[in-house]
């Protein structure tokens, strides 16, 4: 089993710069969620997706953005990087009581 | 508010017991999760207790829930070095965020 799936695994960026955070489960799972994981802080949610066609915003949302177009797959988009946005993304996948999480995209925005 | 605490750093020895504590402050908590989080690597999830439950076994694992003070442990016997890593405590909130709300996570040392 896949599980929760992110690619890449590394990027570095300049500031202003575009990209997208790839994530898919195969789990079937409704509920998807991306966080920021920095140094001293615990993860910290970005945005949620209860199901394909719904998003919201988490706790850090600003600078990012989200989509649901299938339950699999739920994509990051950073629309202008900024070096504070240089952190290691975690997507979740969860259903009740179990929540998994990818293995993380660390981004350096320089 | 919603807050989860756990202690920075925590040593032990091979083969002693490790205890890994951690407070939260949301009553309505539905799930309460134990995650271990290697160098570089992503978190796994060790495991999970219900809210109504008061402990949870799983071979080396004991998690142990105290509601009323809002207390949540990990017991790991017979540590070994593998165990050295950071685990985190989190907690799921009873709305329809689904969020997870993490401490800042523990640094377990297994020392030889």
């Known amino acids: 089993n896949a599980g929760v799936t992110q690619t890449p695994k590394f990027q570095v960026l300049k500031t202003g710069q575009s990209m997208t955070l790839q994530c898919a489960q195969d789990?079937?799972?409704?509920?998807m969620s991306w966080y920021r994981q920095d140094p001293g802080m615990g993860l910290r949610l970005i945005h949620y997706s209860v199901g394909a066609g719904i998003t919201d915003q988490g706790e850090v949302p600003n600078g990012y953005n989200v989509s649901r177009s299938t339950t699999e797959d739920f994509p990051l988009r950073l629309l202008s990087a900024a070096p504070s946005q240089t952190s290691v993304y975690f997507c979740?996948?969860?259903?009740?009581?179990?929540?998994?999480f990818g293995q993380g995209t660390r981004l350096t925005v320089v | 508010g919603e807050d989860v605490e756990q202690s920075l750093f925590l040593s032990v020895r091979e083969g002693d017991s490790s205890v890994i504590n951690c407070t939260y402050t949301d009553s309505s908590s539905t799930y309460l999760y134990w995650y271990k989080q290697e160098p570089g690597a992503g978190l796994q999830l060790l495991t999970y207790?219900?809210?109504?439950?008061d402990m949870k076994q799983d071979q080396r694992l004991t998690v142990l829930l105290n509601k009323k003070d809002k207390h949540l442990s990990l017991r790991i016997a017979d540590t070994q070095t593998g165990d050295s890593a950071i685990y985190f405590c989190?907690?799921?909130?009873?709305?329809?965020?689904?969020?997870?709300?993490f401490g800042s996570g523990t640094r377990l040392l297994v020392r030889p």
């Open positions: 979740a996948s969860r259903d009740r009581g179990q929540a998994f």
């Open positions: 789990m079937n799972h409704e509920y």
């Open positions: 207790i219900f809210s109504n439950m």
């Open positions: 989190a907690e799921s909130l009873m709305d329809s965020s689904y969020k997870l709300i």
